[in-house]
């Protein structure tokens, strides 16, 4: 096949996030345009590649790279920010996507929380602010309802800006913090949720939504809730998964997901599953790239390679086994020395040990997503195999720190 028989996929991002699209395409024998305002991006470094220096959120420039290339399909990985220029590109060329109502209902909290709430679709009590005075008063009127408070930014992710609020918060540097990770100044102030966290990866075709796996989560505590570790399948009662999905399925159909993959958090409360939030793309955490094949045998990266094409993939399971996700717990300082890497490697179970941050680096208090040192990815018979072979690796590796 010459190139100019080859399908052609844009990917927007060429980050470590997106590799595994990138990989995954020309491992398909497609012709990859990859889109980064990163000249350096690890994505650039994929042999025989196109390369396009331009933001990901840089719509037109990249809708005029689209058309400059005549592209088949567009997609981006785990990462919200391009979704609004996946669906403009979409729409314009006609192809396989999401609109750009379902992009910004994707991408923003608040405007999420509306769709769902008028579609009926399980969710906490909310209010949508901007300014600190409407923010004392929505803080007061949750507390009032005998919930405890959570806020984050509207438009943002990866736990950057979350905050959940003590009876003896400062609310003054509450607000300054969460609204100085909010792109367009908006917040979420709304009920916090107890229970058990999951999250529900689906691939949608022609408006059917198929649940491909439930995740199992845990995360860091109070403030902050960055996730720490992920398990496949999740432990959760028959009746209960039943109900998760049920609800994933009319998240998705709420902000209007007809096509392609979602990624959503729930809490399981005592009211019932709750929406946290939905993405409309894989996600992170290596949960889609490497969790999902390992479970349950489906390549969830490939199959929205292939949706993006106009095209149908099998998304039937091949098998049920168990997949976990471990990052590392390290103490506060600056990085003199890691060991014990290469022997978890070689670990019963283990299939990846990543180090993210290395010697010579501070590492602080965890409060993003990217202040994690390092992480271990593991299979099993089951979740708890899987779990107990992350576990065994990350007693073999020290991170050792200098205060």
């Known amino acids: 096949m010459t190139n100019k028989d080859k399908k052609k996929i844009m990917i927007l991002g060429a980050s470590i996030l997106q590799l595994p699209a990138i990989e995954k395409a020309k491992e398909m024998g497609l012709e990859v345009i990859a889109v980064d305002m990163n000249p350096e991006a690890v994505g650039f470094s994929v042999p025989g590649i196109i390369k396009e220096v331009i933001s990901t959120i840089d719509t037109p420039s990249i809708l005029e790279a689209a058309k400059c290339h005549r592209i088949d399909g567009i997609m981006t990985l785990a990462s919200d920010m391009p979704m609004q220029s996946v669906a403009v590109v979409s729409h314009e060329m006609g192809l396989v996507g999401i609109s750009s109502d379902t992009a910004l209902k994707a991408t923003n909290k608040a405007f999420m929380r509306d769709a769902l709430k008028e579609n009926g679709v399980p969710i906490p009590l909310y209010y949508r602010v901007k ?12 507390r009032k309802a005998g919930y405890k408070c959570i806020v984050k930014p509207a438009d943002n992710s990866g736990s950057r800006g979350v905050d959940l609020l003590s009876p003896d918060s400062d609310l003054d540097k509450a607000y300054e913090y969460t609204v100085s990770n909010s792109r367009g100044g908006e917040i979420v102030v709304e009920e916090f949720m107890e229970g058990p966290e999951v999250s529900v990866e689906t691939l949608a075709i022609d408006g059917d939504v198929h649940v491909i796996q439930i995740t199992d ?25 039943s109900k998760i999905a049920e609800v ?79 990052y590392f717990n390290t103490d506060i300082g600056i990085i003199k020395k890691i060991t014990g890497v290469e022997q978890a490697k070689k670990m019963a179970g283990v299939t990846q040990v990543t180090v993210v941050h290395g010697i010579g680096e501070q590492i602080g208090q965890i409060q993003n997503s990217v202040d994690r040192v390092g992480f271990v990815i593991a299979n099993g018979r089951n979740a708890d195999d899987a779990v107990c072979n992350c576990e065994k690796a990350l007693k073999v590796i020290d991170v050792c720190v200098r205060r």
């Not at 300014?131 to 949750?142: L, T, Y």
Request: glycine share 10%; net charge neutral; proline share 5%.
């Open 131 to 142: 300014g600190k005075k409407s923010f004392i008063e929505a803080v007061d009127q949750i």
């Open 248 to 326: 994933a399925i009319a998240a998705n159909m709420a902000i209007g997901i007809q096509n392609g993959p979602s990624h959503t958090e729930i809490k399981v409360t005592k009211e019932g599953p709750k929406i946290v939030e939905l993405g409309a793309r894989l996600g992170g955490d290596c949960i889609t790239t490497h969790l999902v094949p390992l479970s349950t045998g489906v390549d969830m990266v490939k199959c929205s390679i292939l949706i993006a094409l106009g095209e149908r993939p099998n998304l039937e399971s091949k098998w049920d086994r168990g997949s976990a996700i471990r």
């Open 217 to 241: 989560k845990i995360t860091t505590d109070a403030p902050y809730f960055v996730e720490m570790g992920h398990s496949q399948p999740s432990k959760l009662s028959a009746e209960i998964k």
